[in-house]
């Protein structure tokens, strides 16, 4: 994550991670990228069953009953583990998570072992009894995914009255006093909705929202040459920043984040370079510490059948099972090549990615989108929309 209003808008001081000793555990949430220790934030895809039909879904879901999901008891197991090692953060996905009966169960496990508890969802399910529900097990965050506005969402979504169930979700959440946030993937297909979802953080008053670009997994390999192109990156990413620095302008601070392409740090900062050298420098430092793409180091996925994955959109490359080895041996083995190299991936980047440098802070971008696209895990990422100059090969 590139947290723009951390960055460019300063937000957040080099300082305010390091008063905390940017130990995981300790670190707010909002820190929790500048982390030293980087012990993995945790999805757990706990169901793959989903009552919607979304055309870029990684986990290709569909509204059937799926066998070998894990039970609440191996749940809890998961969570125990998860908790010792001390990974901060459980997320849990799926499918969509609000189909699992025991979800409020699990979540509040979770907390009181110490974790935080957070869920991605389409909204569509949580209904004022649910989010009450929510309310009371003491969910830190829910995230509702929006692609736009109401045409566009329901079209992304394949379900009529998808948006409008979501914006129901939102109040309801806002009501019992969830924080909650929005999360939008760019794509040719609706980037010309970021100006409205900016308007409806304004008027719905909502905290958050998370701009992703599009990784080429699941059903959204489908979407590839759909991707944004690199200059059309660059604008867009400008764009995000205009409205962001717009709303601290107007005194309406909101937290916004772009999400899976490190590329998006360095331009921040360049930008910063001509505008605030001073703020840029402050910028530098914060990177230093987030250290780039995190998959295998800082960020795990486990499947709603056990299967452990470098992140969420790689289910491809299965590490493991929790059913047969704790995840925390699993993550920790380097025996495996995937899973030690990507805990040292740069000697064995190459193209663009090797020499680039900027490397240091952003860790060779996405493998998931290198691989879809060179069918090799450490050939340079496709989105990076950085041009030779900028990283240095000119």
């Given at each position: ?358 490397l240091n802070v952003c860790n060779g971008n996405f493998r998931a989108r290198a691989e879809s696209y060179y069918n090799d895990v450490w050939a340079s990422d496709p989105a990076c929309y950085l041009t030779d100059e900028e990283i240095g090969l000119v």
């Amino acid at each position: 994550m590139i947290g723009i209003s951390k960055l460019y808008c300063g937000a957040v001081e080099p300082s305010d991670a390091l008063r905390y000793g940017r130990d995981s555990k300790k670190l707010p949430s909002h820190l929790l990228q500048f982390s030293k220790d980087k012990k993995p934030v945790i999805v757990w895809n706990c169901t793959r069953r989903c009552n919607l039909k979304c055309v870029h879904c990684y986990a290709q879901s569909k509204n059937i009953d799926y066998e070998g999901e894990l039970t609440t008891k191996e749940g809890k197991a998961l969570i125990d583990d998860l908790a010792e090692f001390g990974a901060p953060v459980i997320l849990f996905s799926g499918g969509e998570p609000m189909m699992r009966e025991d979800l409020p169960e699990l979540a509040f496990y979770a907390k009181e072992k110490g974790m935080r508890a957070v869920i991605s969802t389409n909204g569509t399910l949580i209904t004022s009894e649910k989010a009450k529900i929510l309310k009371e097990i003491g969910l830190s965050y829910v995230g509702i995914s929006l692609d736009g506005m109401r045409d566009v969402h329901d079209k992304f979504r394949g379900v009529k009255g998808a948006f409008d169930k979501a914006i129901e979700a939102i109040h309801n959440c806002k009501k019992e006093g969830i924080k909650v946030g929005l999360r939008f993937t760019m794509n040719k297909r609706n980037v010309q909705e970021i100006p409205n979802i900016f308007k409806l953080l304004e008027e719905e008053d909502i905290p958050r929202a998370c701009f992703y670009h599009l990784v080429y997994s699941g059903r959204g390999s489908k979407l590839i040459n759909e991707d944004l192109t690199h200059e059309e990156t660059r604008k867009t990413v400008g764009l995000i920043m205009d409205k962001t620095r717009d709303l601290f302008n107007r005194g309406l601070e909101k937290e916004i984040l772009t999400v899976d392409n490190h590329a998006d740090g360095p331009y921040v900062y360049l930008r910063l370079l001509k505008e605030d050298p001073k703020r840029a420098e402050e910028v530098s430092e914060l990177l230093q510490m987030n250290e780039g793409n995190s998959t295998g180091i800082g960020i795990g996925c486990v499947s709603w059948d056990g299967a452990v994955h470098p992140d969420q959109f790689w289910r491809q490359h299965v590490l493991g099972n929790v059913r047969d080895r704790k995840f925390s041996e699993i993550w920790m083995d380097t025996s495996n090549p995937l899973t030690g190299g990507l805990k040292n991936r740069k000697p064995l980047l190459k193209g663009r990615c090797a020499k680039c440098k900027w490397l240091n802070v952003c860790n060779g971008n996405f493998r998931a989108r290198a691989e879809s696209y060179y069918n090799d895990v450490w050939a340079s990422d496709p989105a990076c929309y950085l041009t030779d100059e900028e990283i240095g090969l000119v």
